[in-house]
């Protein structure tokens, strides 16, 4: 059974290459469907309540989709860096986008599977807060600006330190001021849908994430074992 399922896997990826290849000629939306398509369906059979898979070739399965995607991030960074060398301009957002955003993504998810809801929550509100604050001083210095801005990552460092004292309270915290930065910066709705996507994905997303799992995390540990 198991020779067999090895076979109907390298089929499998056969033909994701030859649909790749082949399909170049359809139009753009049946392309993307099909592929989705095929791309999702081992990840909806491993996910499976029953499944054939046992845990080595689950393993396997987890260990190359992790190579891939830093042999996809090291591809992105090439494409960058040629066409940088070769034209002497920055990239445009699109590819800072494609390399951040699953990135942050990854972070995310090794945090809240390593360490909790918690402690996750918190290392997430000082990092991110920790970032803007240095990327503020880079882009305006000390000034009165600077400090204006500064306000909204100290509250998240607040509310970061507060996941010590009250989940609950930090969940909430950190909903709102998800919310809150989603407003305060309204203005990222007239820029590129590319460097809108980024942009949300740095502050507003991993805020919310993290809320929303504090949230999860207390309605848990108060539902009786």
Same mark, same amino acid.
């Given at each position: !059974?198991?020779?067999?399922?090895?076979?109907?896997?390298?089929?499998?990826? /056969?033909?994701?290459?030859?649909?790749?290849?082949?399909?170049?000629?359809?139009?753009?939306?049946?392309?993307?469907?099909?592929?989705?398509?095929?791309? #999702?369906?081992?990840?909806?059979?491993?996910?499976?309540?029953?499944?054939?898979?046992?845990?080595?070739?689950?393993?396997?399965?987890?260990?190359?989709?992790?190579?891939?995607?830093?042999?996809?991030?090291?591809?992105? *960074? &090439?494409?960058?860096?040629?066409?940088? %060398?070769?034209?002497?301009?920055?990239?445009? $957002?699109?590819?800072? !986008?494609?390399? *951040?955003?699953?990135?942050?993504?990854?972070?995310?998810?090794?945090?809240?599977?390593?360490?909790? $809801? @918690? *402690?996750?929550?918190?290392?997430?509100?000082? &990092?991110? #807060?920790?970032? &803007? *604050?240095?990327?503020?001083?880079?882009?305006?210095?000390?000034?009165? @600006?600077?400090?204006? @801005?500064?306000? $909204? /990552?100290?509250?998240? %460092?607040? %509310?970061?330190?507060?996941?010590?004292?009250?989940?609950?309270?930090?969940?909430?915290? &950190?909903?709102?001021?998800?919310?809150?930065?989603?407003? /305060?910066?309204?203005?990222?709705?007239?820029?590129?849908?590319?460097?809108?996507? !980024? !942009?949300?994905?740095?502050?507003?997303?991993?805020?919310?994430?993290?809320?929303?799992?504090?949230?999860?995390?207390?309605?848990? @540990?108060?539902?009786?074992?």
């Amino acid at each position: !059974m198991k020779i067999s399922m090895s076979i109907l896997k390298i089929i499998y990826l /056969f033909g994701v290459v030859l649909l790749i290849m082949i399909a170049r000629g359809l139009p753009l939306w049946i392309l993307s469907l099909l592929i989705i398509i095929a791309l #999702a369906a081992p990840l909806i059979r491993e996910n499976m309540g029953k499944t054939d898979l046992d845990e080595r070739q689950i393993a396997i399965s987890h260990l190359s989709s992790h190579i891939a995607f830093f042999v996809l991030i090291g591809l992105l *960074l &090439f494409v960058m860096l040629k066409n940088f %060398v070769s034209e002497g301009i920055n990239p445009n $957002p699109e590819w800072y !986008m494609l390399l *951040l955003i699953p990135l942050i993504i990854k972070l995310l998810i090794v945090l809240f599977q390593n360490y909790g $809801p @918690e *402690l996750a929550a918190r290392r997430i509100g000082y &990092f991110f #807060a920790a970032v &803007f *604050l240095l990327f503020l001083l880079l882009s305006h210095g000390f000034t009165l @600006e600077t400090v204006i @801005e500064m306000v $909204p /990552f100290i509250l998240i %460092v607040l %509310v970061a330190w507060l996941s010590k004292k009250s989940a609950l309270v930090s969940g909430i915290g &950190f909903l709102l001021l998800a919310i809150g930065l989603t407003l /305060f910066f309204r203005g990222w709705l007239r820029l590129d849908i590319y460097v809108r996507l !980024m !942009m949300y994905s740095m502050i507003p997303l991993p805020l919310l994430v993290s809320g929303i799992a504090l949230l999860v995390g207390t309605k848990n @540990e108060e539902l009786p074992s």
